[in-house]
């Protein structure tokens, strides 16, 4: 690990240009003690140390590739998560800048009661397909079912590999999971569940404050706190993600409470929004 402490700006252009092109690299560098970070292994080291509020800062970027691409991604908050291993005490939370790919969010359940998941797909994040391909670390997704009315979604890309399987192998390894809470819709409870993943969506709270349903343990993520200064879930900038060089609607993780099969979403000007689960959205996970 390098400490760079008063260096003129070309010389820590050089040593950033050192760091070979798999390795990862802080992007924002101010006039403090910065680290240059040569490993995934060096950020879970500072991480576990509980050196990151030293060593980092919320919206620097760190660049890790996904099948092969780089992806650049967004310290969005730091030890904000609380790690599932009891004797971690520290974390660091990283999403993709922009949309990785399109996906579905869940699929078509024809055998399902309610009419609205039979043909739009179930809001219900805990049971959805997508948070399960997000944490497989398979060469062939191997979808299993949730409970008894639950399809699997076959387009891709549940038809290749999990998402875990093409993610930067080095930072894969020094990712681990945290407990989180996402709330119920009306028709299922109106309740909160509880689930430990590695991958995940954000959820509305996170991104825009406010509440919906029980949202208890929730709260918004510094990086998206730090665009309003109260809950809002209006058009912003900063919440805008690309596609291919395009605004993209992206997913969360959050059910429109008031029904059955809407997932939240956030829209091309960056204001909350909701889509069937059946319907491809970006992918911008955490």
């Given amino acids: ?58 919206g620097d970027q760190l660049v890790a590739t996904y099948n ?10 730091i030890n904000h998560d609380t790690p599932t ?8 939370t990283i999403q993709a800048h922009d949309c990785i790919m399109d996906c579905e969010w869940d699929a078509e359940e024809p055998t399902n009661p309610d009419t609205s998941r039979q043909q739009y797909g179930n809001n219900r994040y805990i049971h959805s397909n997508i948070k399960q391909w997000l944490n497989s670390e398979e060469a062939s997704f191997n979808w299993v079912s949730q409970h008894a009315y639950d399809e699997p979604s076959t ?17 894969k390894a020094v990712i681990g999971a945290v407990d989180k809470q996402v709330a119920q819709a009306t028709i299922d409870g109106g309740g909160q569940d509880t689930f430990s993943d590695k991958v ?17 343990g929730e709260s918004p993520y510094e990086f998206y706190e730090n665009l309003a200064s109260a809950p809002e879930s209006g058009d912003l900038d900063g919440r805008i993600k690309y596609l291919s060089g395009s605004p993209r ?38």
């Fill in 1 to 58: 690990m390098a400490y760079i402490s008063g260096y003129t700006g070309a010389e820590i252009d050089e040593a950033i240009g050192n760091v070979a092109d798999h390795e990862i690299r802080i992007t924002t560098l101010e006039d403090k003690i910065q680290y240059v970070v040569e490993s995934w292994d060096d950020v879970q080291e500072i991480v576990r140390r509980g050196l990151a509020p030293t060593a980092f800062e919320v």
């Fill in 85 to 92: 291993d009891t004797e971690k005490t520290h974390s660091l």
């Fill in 200 to 216: 995940f969506l954000l959820s509305r709270v996170e991104v825009y404050g406010g509440d919906e349903g029980v949202v208890t």
């Fill in 68 to 77: 092969g691409t780089e992806i650049v991604w967004d310290i969005i908050g």
């Fill in 249 to 286: 609607y992206w997913w969360l993780r959050s059910p429109n409470t008031g029904n059955s099969n809407n997932a939240r979403n956030v829209n091309t000007p960056g204001n909350i929004n909701n889509n069937n689960a059946i319907n491809d959205n970006g992918l911008a996970p955490d």
């Fill in 155 to 171: 387009a891709s890309p549940y038809d290749g590999p999990g998402f875990l399987y093409n993610l930067d192998p080095d930072l």
